[in-house]
């Protein structure tokens, strides 16, 4: 008889510090999709959904999906909207026996009132369905993972990339384990070790060590017998919770506990000394826009990555001080986005192509935080519904959308200003309105690290800038009031 298996994915990286709550019209603007539509939607794709139905036909697997539901990353996700979505899941748990269950999570959620939504929704689901029906699920890599997680999840497997272009892989491999503990009736455990620190392994980018070094030892310690995953999780440091940081996790079989100890304090260690290393050189607006300004890149262009307004990390995605720097310096050839900018797009929306307009573009939510609004005149290249294909690495082949969005040129400055908040990481957000990465000197983007996967093929070099918006690389500098004390870099500790 075909094992019955629970699936479906509910996402959110919180940014406590964004004054935006998450609620259910967020989700609806990104992923809200139930029932049979997800087979449909994230077939064949690069997505945690498309793991779980490879596994599926490989293993001959009755799936039954409930929801997938993902909003971009921002306030704290409303009792309304988790309560839906995870009741989703919950509901559906009740409804029969399952043999295992599989989930995409992102271990970085935070939901009004409940630190720890991820573990809350598993402790539940595992109360639901009992102790003997294995779980499996899968994390991004910047989850801020707590016992409870692992106490209720048999089976933990995080992405091992980032930018990250694994999480199909990733799903792959935790239904290979779910099929294990399925199949045998094994016993599989997650353990999880956490030094007192709030961010590490340099926002674990895996294209610059340590987690070049590290990646390939995590493969061989997952080909030891009865190792079934070993993952390091790099945390979310704009998250105020106790539990906040980097971890590594260890999903093993009872016999081999002693080893995934000795692996968990092995990869802690590596951890905490990985505290301090940071490969970003951080330029100002300023010193962004002059380089900008006398670049020659052999057709090729310059991209300047805005690190602390990315909206991948629950900024508000409207900070205005780098295009300010650009305009003034004079940069042409130069396209910048995205700008969310709701009110700024409606205007936009209704003007022809070719008329020139004034308008207040960005910096709405917080002036304080990467620049205020901009008077800005320029003329109107192009209006769009706003939805795009993805080509890149990332999620290659899925329909997004940035809701209605507008091509505003000003001086030398194609600016993409959009409805919806998404930070760039694929070549079509630009292209699918009319602006030509590959073709431009100058390409300024909202991101921090993921634009790379897309970006960097086509770039004669890549620059960080910090504009001083939410995301801002100096975390010591966010009002902490929830995380765990003594913890570093907001108390010297010594180890």
Known sequence: MDKVVLTGALNHETNTFSKNPTGIAEFEAYYAIFGAQIFTKFRNVNHEQAGFIDCAGQFGWELVPTVVATANPGGTVTKEAFERYAGSIL???????WDGIALSLHGAMVAEGIF??????????????????????????????????????????????????????????????????MKNKAKIKTIIRQPPQIEG?????????????LIPRLKEMEAEDGIFAVSLNAGFALADVPFVGPSVTV???????????????????????????????????E?????????TGESKPLVIADYSDN?????YGDATNLLKALLEAGVEEASFGAVCDPQAAQILSHRRFGEKITIDLGGKNDPDLGGGPLRLTGEILGNYG????????????????????????????DILVTTHNLQILDRMQFASFGIHPEKLKVVALKSMQHFRAAYEPLAAKVIVCDSGALARPRRSTLPFQNVRRPVYPLDLIAR
């Open 386 to 413: 706003g939805n795009y294909v993805s080509e890149g690495p990332m999620y290659a082949g899925l329909t997004k959308s940035f809701g209605p969005t507008a091509v505003f040129r000003v001086e030398g400055v």
């Open 201 to 213: 392994l340099d926002g674990g980018r895996t294209d610059v060590e340590p987690m070049t070094d």
């Open 91 to 97: 509901k559906q748990a009740g409804a029969r026996r």
């Open 311 to 315: 909206p991948g990390a629950g900024s």
């Open 287 to 295: 010193q962004a826009a002059q380089l900008a300004k006398h670049f």
């Open 116 to 181: 720890d939504a991820e573990g809350h929704l598993l402790g539940e689901l595992h109360a639901i369905v009992g102790s003997e029906v294995p779980i499996a699920i899968t994390l991004d890599l910047h989850a801020n993972v707590t016992e409870k997680m692992c106490r209720h999840a048999n089976i933990i497997v995080s992405y091992k990339t980032y930018p990250h272009v694994d999480m199909r892989d990733a799903a792959v491999h935790a239904g290979q384990a779910l099929e294990f503990a």
């Open 251 to 285: 999903s093993y079989a009872e016999k081999t506990e002693q080893r995934a100890i000795e692996i968990a304090n092995e990869l802690e260690e590596v951890i905490w000394q990985s505290r301090d290393r940071v490969n970003n050189d951080y330029l100002t607006p």
